[in-house]
């Protein structure tokens, strides 16, 4: 895995969920990620369909596109932990 993936699943860990596994495929005549998601609170699985490739998109971005899934999922992230990543993500910009 390459550094730049591992920015991205720590995010996920960090808000207290699993990273299963990323897929690229091809829509239309360009590629995009599809991340999923666990949430062993609610041993839910999370579906995000990024849009575009992990690369392209900011850390802030993914975050918003994490959390907008998980609150369609039924998932809550807690305060203490968004505003511990939202940190990080500020540390690295």
Do not use: C, F, W
């Not at 490739?53 to 999922?73: F, Q």
């Amino acid at each position: 895995m390459g550094k730049v993936h591992t920015k991205y699943k720590t995010i996920v860990e960090m808000l207290g969920l699993k990273q299963l596994d990323v897929y690229r495929v091809r829509e239309g005549s360009r590629d995009v990620d599809i991340v999923r998601l666990y949430d062993p609170a609610t041993r839910k699985i999370i579906v995000i369909n990024l849009g575009s490739v992990r690369e392209s998109i900011s850390l802030e971005d993914y975050l918003a596109k994490v959390l907008e899934a998980s609150s369609k999922h039924g998932v809550r992230i807690s305060d203490k932990k968004l505003q511990t990543v939202r940190e990080s993500i500020a540390k690295k910009s």
